[in-house]
């Protein structure tokens, strides 16, 4: 990051360096970013189609700009048809906007250009399930996640639509078997809680049911708050007490990196807050000791260069 950086520093007229930065933006979690350097790699470049691809995969993330992601896809799609990925994303993205039609289109290119793969048949899989439920596509959506399943047995995905199927089919038991495993391959997923409470509610395992259902809740109330706080956080990135707060946040979500600098950015202000500076010590020393502490240097650099950018 700081050799790339450095070099847009001299010269803002090499795409392939702003695209380079916004993936290293883009995984540090830093959207807004990603999607002003791959902006600024489209007016260098405004017929690359991997950067309209990027800049939708930036832009999906957050339902106000859904808009803004689908034509970007739709870029990206004009400009290398064959890309079965490209097609797959545009399909997704116009699932959201409840354009069935044109999204089962995409999903079907998107296949076609990729037999029997995974992802592809997953994805078309669960549109189908979800806005297409006829005896006939319910038939063809557990046809292709079966052959999915075999491929991938461990895929969370395909596990959780398959028990979600074997639920509409009344097949309880397989359902829990189904959605057990997705469980333990994605245990962060609250709606795979949710369906396997269903499930056990529908063979009598109520102190099963009752565990799974509040896992879900508990999953749900997070990701909720974390979304809200980030929100905040991007409105309001002179409140320090939103800082903290999503510090502690990421820090219960694993998200270690972004946990320590939030820690780092609220510490250098309130000075005197003890408590945060003991909580992000504890955390330090155990991430440490486990052998999970991150390197911090290109995570402080990025926000550095964020709030020069800003």
């Keep these: 990051f700081r050799y790339l950086n450095r070099a847009l520093s001299l010269s803002t007229h090499l795409h392939r360096a702003h695209c380079a930065v ?3 933006y883009e995984a540090a979690g830093f959207p807004g970013e990603a999607t002003e350097h791959l ?3 489209l007016k260098e470049a405004p017929n ?10 930036s832009r999906c993330k957050i339902q106000r700009y859904f808009s803004e ?3 970007a896809f739709r870029r990206a799609v004009a400009l290398a048809p064959d890309r079965a990925d490209y097609q797959l994303d545009l399909a997704t993205i116009l699932a959201n ?6 999204a089962e289109q995409a999903f079907r290119r998107g296949l076609s250009l990729t037999p029997g793969d995974t992802r592809a048949q997953y994805l078309l899989a669960h549109f189908l399930l979800d806005h297409a439920p006829t005896p006939q596509t319910l038939a063809e959506a557990a046809r292709m ?7 991938d047995p461990h895929h969370a995905g395909v596990l959780y639509e398959l028990g979600r199927l074997a639920l509409q089919q009344n097949q309880e038991k397989q359902a829990v078997a189904y959605l057990e495993q997705a469980c333990e391959q994605a245990p962060l997923v609250a709606t795979s809680w949710y369906q396997l409470g269903r499930a056990y509610q529908r063979v009598g ?6 565990e799974a259902l509040n896992q879900f809740r508990i999953l749900r109330d997070y990701y909720t708050d974390l979304f809200n706080t980030e929100e905040q956080a991007v409105q309001s990135p002179k409140v320090t007490s939103i800082r903290l707060k999503l510090a502690r946040l990421y820090a219960r979500g694993g998200e270690y990196a972004k946990a320590i600098n939030q820690y780092q950015y609220y510490s250098a202000i309130c000075k005197t807050d003890v408590t945060a500076q003991n ?3 504890r955390l330090m020393a155990q991430l440490k000791a486990s052998g999970r502490l991150p390197s911090m240097s290109a995570l402080n650099g990025m926000v550095y260069a964020s709030v020069k950018m800003r």
Excluded: P, T
Excluded at 145 to 151: D, G, I, M, S
């Design 97 to 102: 906007a409840h354009k069935g039609v044109e």
């Design 22 to 24: 916004a993936r290293l």
């Design 145 to 151: 996640l079966e052959q999915a399943h075999r491929a």
């Design 69 to 71: 992601a689908e034509e």
């Design 39 to 41: 902006r600024a790699a």
């Design 279 to 281: 909580e992000l010590a």
């Design 48 to 57: 690359e189609a991997e950067y309209w691809h990027e800049l939708g995969q």
């Design 205 to 210: 395992k109520e102190r099963q049911a009752r």
